[in-house]
């Protein structure tokens, strides 16, 4: 998708704005009827522009247009000046520009309309046709790389002294050796920016953000970072090679969104994160129908820049279809408050994600973000599992039906059949799925790294949660799960060095403090762990979860009247809402109450609590050995 570098020949170049115009055959530049005495490069520059109007037109594409490869410049001088004089002579200014946008370090962007080209274009077999007087469609201004592309300078002196010549002799066989072509293995796509004007529209941007991160990733020929990740650099001011050692890539993805109405304005740019190098740039216009199709093509233009062999990938069914544009933006509006893990943002984005289905029952990402969604909620015991369950397993369903190349319907699909219906083979070909599907899906790495985990296969699951960290280094989340994983497989003290990493980049995560007092009770380091206990409470003084932790390390370091009480809080709680049988069970176990552990473990299961995923791994020794304990783990079908 772009606009073809077509031969062409012009018989009547006139081109108009506002009141302005510029002969493109000589280059004279008038106002009003009457010429102006500007003249030369600045004019040639004008030229380049408005044959481009609303387009990103980089610094090396007109670089490329004024002078050739083997001529020595001082460009960046050159083309400043030239760009001053424009300003100068159209009465425009950087700071509120009319005529000519910076964009800062891509390039400049002609945003005057050009109501008026009186030429008529005669293409390379010699039919005419009328030039559009506004370009609709992508230009691509920087052609991919190519291998073996040379850059040569020479130095042009005029010099009579032969100590002189073999100087300058010397510098052009040096600036004639070819500069080394970026090795480009991973990069990292950092937040679009918003250009709509429009705060409320900031979700738009970011869900275009992440909707090409997931493209790239699909492509499985190059380690493409999360969105976790690079939406903490969201305004950051740190310049480019520091991102990229931050984050362990080779190659930055920048891009700004401009949405007016049903209309969206894309552009994308690849820099060599090194050296802050432009190797290409590309801009897209599109109505929010084909808004995916504009996805794919930026996603597939960047992956070929960076010469891999996805031309010979096929493009997925979701990708190539017109869509909704309200159903598009309320699924981006659910992602987005899903997740703040809030109350208030879970009835948010269970509206949204519904909103989306209602507004297009045909859009799969919609129904796979919706299942996750009501996982989640199982998990975290705010609804009973029996009424997710089908839920969940419906929306996963219907995600696969209408898009079996989803790798998020994948891992819908397997959480079901993990959390629900207890089939572990079956989860585990969902999984090994979305993996295959988008190898750069932290997200997908993380929830097999979770079915591993609670089928007791620790080793591989600390290297699939390392391979989420890779891909998401500086997520909460995704190292959490790291020190998550590390924890059941006895690695106590690297546990809790990560989760002190956890806490680093995000101080009030209670999880973290929850998962390290984990680790300090297995220590026998009970004063650490009951601190930290603290902390978590104050963070998240009603989670069940902590609450039932928090009871069971008191009740292991054998205060017993504290678990009660936390117990007591648990059952209050039960009063307003539901309340996970399994967290229950978690205090009796730590309070050395089998019997009570045990009933309540039967009560989880009669009422297939989604926390049973974690039996096989959680709970003591002792109650490990009873016998109705053992029947029970026998009944949930764990492979061997």
Not at 19 to 48: C, H, M, W
Not at 253 to 282: F, K, M, P, Q, Y
Not at 289 to 316: G, H, M, P, Y
Not at 462 to 491: C, M
Request: net charge neutral; charged share 25%; proline share 4%.
């Amino acid at each position: 998708m772009g606009l073809g570098m077509e031969t062409v020949t012009r018989s009547d170049s006139i081109v108009r704005f506002a009141n302005f115009e510029l002969d493109l055959r000589t280059r004279e530049l008038s106002k009003n009827g009457s010429k102006l005495k500007l003249r030369g490069q600045p004019n040639d520059v004008l030229a380049i522009l408005v044959q481009h109007p609303g387009d990103l037109v980089t610094r090396e594409t007109i670089k490329k247009q004024l002078w050739p490869d083997d001529t020595f410049v001082d460009f960046e001088h050159i083309l400043n000046n030239c760009i001053g004089k424009l300003r100068e002579a159209l009465g425009d200014h950087a700071d509120s520009p009319k005529f000519i946008e910076t964009l800062p370090r891509l390039g400049y962007r002609f945003i005057t309309p050009v109501v008026e080209r009186q030429n008529r274009m005669v293409d390379s077999d010699g039919r005419a046709s009328e030039m559009n007087a506004i370009s609709t469609q992508p230009v691509e201004f920087a052609r991919d790389m190519q291998a073996g592309r040379r850059w040569r300078k020479w130095i042009l002196l005029v010099a009579g002294a032969v100590a002189l010549v073999t100087v300058s002799s010397s510098v052009v066989w040096y600036l004639r050796k070819p500069l080394p072509q970026p090795q480009i293995k991973s990069i990292a796509v950092l937040p679009f920016g918003n250009l709509s004007g429009d705060p409320s529209q900031e979700y738009f941007a970011d869900g275009m953000t992440e909707e090409l991160i997931t493209e790239l990733g699909a492509f499985g020929t190059f380690r493409v970072i999360s969105r976790t990740s690079v939406m903490r650099l969201k305004r950051t001011s740190k310049p480019l090679p520091k991102i990229a050692q931050e984050l362990g890539v080779d190659g930055i993805v920048e891009g700004t969104v401009a949405r007016s109405g049903n209309h969206v304005r894309i552009t994308a740019n690849l820099l060599d994160a090194a050296t802050d190098r432009h190797l290409w740039a590309n801009s897209y216009e599109s109505e929010m129908e084909d808004i995916l199709v504009v996805q794919s093509k930026v996603a597939r233009s960047v992956a070929n820049a960076i010469r891999t062999e996805v031309a010979s990938q096929e493009v997925s069914p979701t990708t190539l279809r017109r869509i909704n544009p309200e159903a598009y933006q309320a699924y981006l509006e659910g992602r987005y408050y899903a997740g703040k893990w809030s109350l208030n943002g879970n009835n948010k984005a269970q509206e949204a994600l519904r909103r989306s289905i209602e507004l297009d029952p045909t859009f799969a990402p919609a129904y796979s973000a919706i299942s996750l969604f009501y996982f989640a909620q199982a998990i975290n015991g705010d609804r009973p599992a029996t009424e997710l369950f089908p839920l969940a397993r419906v929306a996963a369903l219907k995600a696969l039906e209408l898009d079996d190349r989803l790798a998020e319907a994948h891992s819908a699909m397997a959480m079901v059949k993990q959390g629900f219906e207890w089939d572990w083979p079956g989860a585990e070909l969902e999984h090994d799925r979305a993996v295959l599907l988008n190898p750069s899906s932290a997200e997908a790495h993380l929830w097999y790294g979770n079915f591993l985990t609670t089928t007791g296969r620790s080793d591989e699951a600390v290297r699939e949660n390392r391979d989420a960290v890779q891909l998401d280094p500086v997520s909460p989340d995704a190292n959490l799960q790291l020190g998550w994983s590390l924890y059941f497989a006895g690695r106590y003290d690297q546990s809790i060095a990560q989760l002190k990493k956890v806490l680093g980049l995000d101080a009030k995560l209670a999880w973290a403090n929850m998962e390290l007092a984990w680790n300090y009770a297995k220590k026998n380091m009970y004063t650490e762990a009951i601190a930290e206990c603290e902390q978590a409470l104050k963070v998240a003084p009603e989670n069940q979860i902590i609450l039932a932790s928090c009871g069971r390390i008191h009740g292991e370091a054998g205060r017993y009247r504290d678990a009660l009480a936390f117990l007591e809080k648990l059952m209050a709680l039960g009063k307003k809402g539901y309340v996970n049988p399994c967290d229950v069970a978690v205090i009796y176990d730590g309070m050395g109450d089998t019997k009570h552990a045990i009933e309540w473990l039967q009560r989880a299961y009669n009422e297939r609590s989604t926390s049973l995923v974690f039996i096989k791994i959680e709970y003591s020794e002792r109650l490990h050995s009873d016998p109705r304990f053992q029947a029970l783990l026998a009944k949930l079908n764990f492979p061997a």
